[in-house]
């Protein structure tokens, strides 16, 4: 049965209750979809009982993106848990996790440079703040986290090696609509026919993709193809790069063996979508 709590405490009781057992955790902001699930699943896979958090975290928005109407569900999400195999979700108040007083942060200096880091400056500073004080609250086994948001990911891989924190963080591959839409809750947002359109952003990365697999290696055709599926829609791109799959250092040219992402972020309308694929020439 699903065990729903709100403050740090009550945490603490659950996990001091687990004796010994294997515990995966599964931090959200919210308004769950499949993907959210897949992590779920994959948590209860990899350990015996799986704590999801849900917690729109203030400190990751900038002062001019969608706090105030970031999508919501909480009666929905706790019945998505369940189905997934979660026995625990932590929703706490803003208050609780950013109490008066409340003064330190956590950086990640190299991998949260760039990309989206360079579009949403402070952005991971919070995303690293959060992250942190759930891991050293539930001291997990294991994290689980959505390739989807590919420099979160390795954000906040580095963290947890850096400050030892005893967790294997764990990224599970994207999911997707049919028709190759990367799976977001921000999709909510988009209009029926920005939704029609939303495709073309996946649909320039995996061609990218099978250009890499076909053995092209210059980045600039690489970055050329993606830009071209934008370009047939009312996409207004935020960044299209190539880098280093580990440094995210961005690169001029493929180099077999060496694992590479293509990352994508455009914005549709109001609406800023991200994607990300692998590239191993």
């Given at each position: 049965?699903?065990?729903?709590?709100?403050?740090?405490?009550?945490?603490?009781?659950?996990t001091?209750?687990?004796?010994?057992?294997?515990?995966?955790?599964?931090?959200?902001?919210?308004?769950l979809?499949?993907?959210?699930q897949?992590?779920?699943?994959?948590?209860?896979?990899?350990?015996?009982?799986?704590?999801?958090?849900?917690?729109?975290?203030?400190?990751?928005?900038?002062?001019?993106?969608?706090l105030?109407?970031?999508?919501?569900?909480?009666?929905?999400?706790?019945?998505?848990?369940?189905e997934?195999?979660?026995?625990?979700?932590?929703?706490?108040?803003?208050?609780?996790?950013?109490?008066?007083g409340?003064?330190?942060?956590?950086?990640?200096?190299?991998?949260?440079?760039?990309?989206?880091g360079?579009?949403?400056?402070?952005?991971?500073?919070?995303?690293?703040?959060?992250?942190?004080?759930?891991?050293?609250?539930?001291?997990?086994?294991?994290?689980?986290?959505?390739?989807?948001?590919y420099?979160?990911?390795?954000?906040i891989?580095?963290?947890?090696?850096?400050?030892?924190?005893?967790?294997?963080?764990?990224?599970?591959?994207?999911?997707?609509d049919?028709?190759?839409?990367?799976?977001s809750?921000?999709?909510?947002?988009?209009?029926?026919?920005?939704?029609?359109?939303?495709?073309?952003l996946?649909?320039?990365?995996?061609?990218?993709?099978?250009?890499?697999?076909?053995?092209?290696?210059?980045?600039?055709?690489?970055?050329?193809?993606?830009?071209?599926?934008?370009?047939?829609?009312?996409?207004?791109?935020?960044?299209?790069?190539?880098?280093?799959?580990?440094?995210?250092?961005?690169?001029?040219?493929?180099?077999?063996?060496?694992?590479?992402?293509?990352?994508?972020?455009?914005?549709?309308?109001?609406?800023?979508?991200?994607?990300?694929?692998?590239?191993?020439?």
């Amino acid at each position: 049965m699903l065990q729903t709590v709100t403050t740090p405490a009550e945490v603490r009781a659950f996990t001091a209750g687990l004796s010994g057992k294997r515990l995966a955790l599964v931090p959200t902001m919210g308004f769950l979809h499949a993907g959210h699930q897949a992590l779920i699943a994959e948590g209860a896979r990899r350990a015996d009982a799986v704590a999801v958090s849900i917690f729109v975290n203030p400190t990751q928005f900038g002062p001019t993106e969608d706090l105030a109407r970031y999508p919501k569900d909480l009666d929905g999400d706790l019945r998505k848990c369940a189905e997934a195999g979660a026995v625990l979700v932590y929703a706490p108040q803003v208050a609780t996790v950013y109490p008066p007083g409340f003064q330190t942060s956590v950086d990640v200096e190299r991998v949260s440079k760039g990309l989206d880091g360079a579009s949403r400056p402070g952005h991971f500073r919070g995303v690293a703040t959060v992250v942190t004080k759930l891991l050293a609250l539930f001291r997990p086994h294991v994290a689980l986290f959505g390739e989807k948001d590919y420099q979160q990911l390795q954000v906040i891989g580095a963290l947890a090696r850096d400050l030892e924190l005893g967790v294997e963080i764990v990224g599970v591959p994207t999911v997707r609509d049919e028709d190759g839409l990367a799976m977001s809750s921000r999709n909510t947002y988009l209009s029926p026919q920005e939704r029609a359109q939303a495709p073309m952003l996946s649909g320039g990365l995996m061609a990218a993709e099978a250009l890499v697999q076909a053995g092209e290696l210059d980045v600039g055709q690489i970055k050329k193809i993606i830009r071209h599926a934008l370009r047939e829609g009312p996409w207004k791109e935020d960044f299209v790069e190539v880098v280093d799959a580990v440094t995210l250092e961005p690169l001029a040219q493929l180099t077999p063996g060496r694992p590479a992402r293509a990352l994508a972020a455009a914005f549709l309308g109001k609406t800023r979508l991200i994607d990300n694929v692998a590239l191993e020439p």
